[in-house]
């Protein structure tokens, strides 16, 4: 092939489509929270991929640090830092994937729904400006209770006209990384073919493992079974305490984010059959918002896939966490109603 090139300007051609990759429109992702223990390792890992052109960096500390140091990696997304809430917008604008990891975490003793009086008005501030800035864009919430953080930038997005509910997202996928770890381990599987969903949503016992549908099949005794959702529903626990006060997950929680990323960018780049599970709204439940699996597109949500065939003990489960879910729930809209103009 390279003995046929004859100028500087076929090299560049050869050279630009031997490397070229899969997607070659421009892919802004913006990563709110940037700067904190999940914020800088996922923005390591997307920093890796090839489907995204710009990686916008934004925190009220410690950004152009982050920024400058992510941007000498020699991969394709140009890194650019955003710091304080003069530079929200511009950190937003026209994106098209925004990831939501600001926020205070847990310490021990504390539960997810304690965070809520911190962090309900972070992001709905942070979702105001996306409604105002990249208000098509896929918004992915990390920042818990994430129970009460999706309906509060839904009902932040519905203000302002933009609400498109296929295109927002909590993020759950840490608590099916940790039941494919845990079930793999308990049965001495491959890890890495083990998929398992877990529904609900991302709090106690709201956290509901679906190990009947895990691939491939796996069986367990009944007091095993349960011994095993517990510990599903208690893993950021695990990790809140032996932390001892440094907060909570941050580098599963990156890895798990950055594999919810890479699916929902490849569908919306056209690649089908992306699932994930995600707390989205929902007509499954009499909780508005109830992670499943969903397959992803190009337009976010493609379709839900639903809850499946449950064992009674995990239909049980369910209906243990509605009133937690559906207070949750209630408690970020009602946020949104007082506080939100
Ligand atoms: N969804 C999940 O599965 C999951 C898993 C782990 C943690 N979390 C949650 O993610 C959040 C972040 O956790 P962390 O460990 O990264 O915390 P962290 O304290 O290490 O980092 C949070 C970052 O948010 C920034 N921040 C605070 N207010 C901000 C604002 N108004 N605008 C922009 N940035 C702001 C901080 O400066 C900090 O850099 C917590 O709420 C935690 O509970 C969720
Ligand atoms: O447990 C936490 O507070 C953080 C997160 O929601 C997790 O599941 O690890």
Avoid: W
Avoid at 64 to 89: F, M, N, W
Avoid at 272 to 300: I, W
Avoid at 319 to 324: F, I, L, S, V
């Amino acid at each position: 092939m390279f003995s046929r090139i004859t100028s500087s300007k076929q090299l560049c051609v050869v050279f630009r489509n031997c490397f070229s990759t899969s997607s070659r429109s421009d892919v802004k992702v913006a990563v709110l929270g940037a700067a904190g223990g999940i914020g800088q390792p996922l923005s390591l890992l997307l920093k890796q991929s090839p489907l995204i052109t710009q990686l916008a960096l934004y925190d009220i500390a410690h950004t152009p640090g982050v920024a400058a140091d992510l941007s000498h990696i020699e991969t394709r997304p140009k890194v650019t830092g955003y710091l304080g809430s003069d530079q929200l917008a511009d950190a937003v604008k026209d994106a098209q994937l925004v990831l939501i990891p600001a926020g205070v975490p847990r310490k021990p003793g504390m539960t997810r729904d304690d965070l809520f009086n911190t962090n309900a008005g972070i992001v709905a501030n942070l979702v105001d400006a996306c409604a105002k800035n990249c208000p098509k864009s896929m918004i992915a919430i990390i920042t818990n209770p994430v129970n009460s953080t999706v309906p509060i930038a839904a009902e932040v997005l519905k203000k302002h006209g933009v609400l498109d509910e296929k295109r927002l997202f909590g993020v759950t996928t840490l608590d099916v990384v940790r039941s494919n770890t845990f079930i793999a381990e308990a049965k001495g599987l491959d890890v890495t073919k083990v998929k398992c969903p877990v529904i609900g949503g991302h709090s106690g016992i709201t956290i509901v493992p679906v190990i009947s549908q895990c691939t491939p099949a796996v069986s367990f005794p009944q007091e095993e079974r349960v011994k095993l959702s517990v510990r599903i529903q208690n893993a950021g626990t695990e990790v809140v305490e032996a932390k001892a006060g440094a907060g909570s997950a941050t580098l599963s929680m990156a890895y798990a984010a950055n594999l919810f990323a890479k699916d929902l960018l490849e569908a919306m780049n056209g690649t089908e059959g992306k699932v994930q599970c995600a707390y989205v709204r929902s007509d499954e439940t009499e909780a508005k918002y109830f992670a499943t699996p969903v397959l992803l597109g190009k337009n976010g949500i493609e379709k839900n896939l639903g809850i499946g065939k449950l064992l009674d003990y995990e239909r049980n489960l369910i209906t243990a966490a509605m009133p937690e879910l559906l207070a949750n729930i209630k408690k970020g809209e009602e946020f949104v109603a007082k506080n939100v103009k």
